[in-house]
């Protein structure tokens, strides 16, 4: 497959298959996600997970296709997108294969922040098996770390904040009603920065977190950037 999409072959349907891989591996994780909370969470997160990929990929695809060029790796249009649709399709397929894993372990009782922290996991171990495909579909020769390594700058920084302004993916356990959508609260980069200060004990209000932040087990406000949903400021 990376060899078709370094080749220019078969581009058409490596998107096609890799769409329907998207569409059917990242909304199966997702609403397991959202089986945490139960009721429609699992509805809304199995809808935003593959919302949150494709909307990186959409945004994603025009800088990767420059970056290519810049590099010395000039490629057709329709290469990059479909080298970028085989690596989102590859790591939607290994979130389907963690997603029995993380049901089980919700349903055995794992708290919030555990959740989490799984799911994260599981998206690190996903993003491997993308960055495999990519590098393949880069092929070799001068210049292939490099162009990797700004394809998945890429993608982290368009995907985490696509995935930031989607929240939230497992809901909070004291709010009785889950939005769809989250107020914002910043930005991801701005988020990526409270947690680093709060991990330091520098907290950017003057104060500390407070004890009740920890009653449900997940972090204080301060530290919401890592786990993408914490306690609102009107719940303590």
Excluded: N
């Amino acid at each position: 497959m990376a060899a078709s999409c370094r080749e220019d072959r078969d581009t058409r349907a490596i998107a096609l298959a890799s769409l329907g891989a998207i569409a059917l591996g990242s909304a199966v994780f997702g609403g397991v996600i959202g089986s945490f909370r139960g009721g429609e969470q699992i509805l809304y997160a199995a809808i935003k997970v593959p919302l949150a990929m494709l909307i990186t990929l959409a945004l994603s695809a025009p800088a990767l296709h420059a970056l290519a060029a810049v590099l010395g790796r000039p490629r057709p249009m329709r290469s990059v997108i479909a080298l970028a649709l085989a690596s989102a399709g590859r790591s939607s397929l290994v979130l389907l294969a963690f997603a029995p894993v993380l049901w089980l372990l919700i349903d055995l009782g794992l708290g919030y922040h555990a959740s989490s922290v799984v799911a994260w996991l599981a998206y690190a171990v996903a993003g491997l098996a993308a960055l495999g495909v990519l590098v393949r579909g880069i092929g070799a020769g001068p210049g292939r770390v490099l162009t990797a390594i700004a394809f998945m700058a890429v993608f982290f920084a368009v995907g985490g904040q696509a995935a930031w302004i989607l929240r939230p993916y497992l809901g909070r356990p004291s709010e009785k009603t889950v939005p769809f959508l989250r107020a914002r609260e910043g930005s991801f980069s701005d988020a990526l920065v409270r947690s680093f200060r709060s991990a330091l004990g520098i907290y950017d209000d003057g104060c500390p977190p407070h004890a009740d932040d920890y009653r449900y087990g997940y972090p204080s406000p301060h530290e919401e950037g890592a786990a993408g949903d914490g306690p609102a400021e009107g719940e303590r």
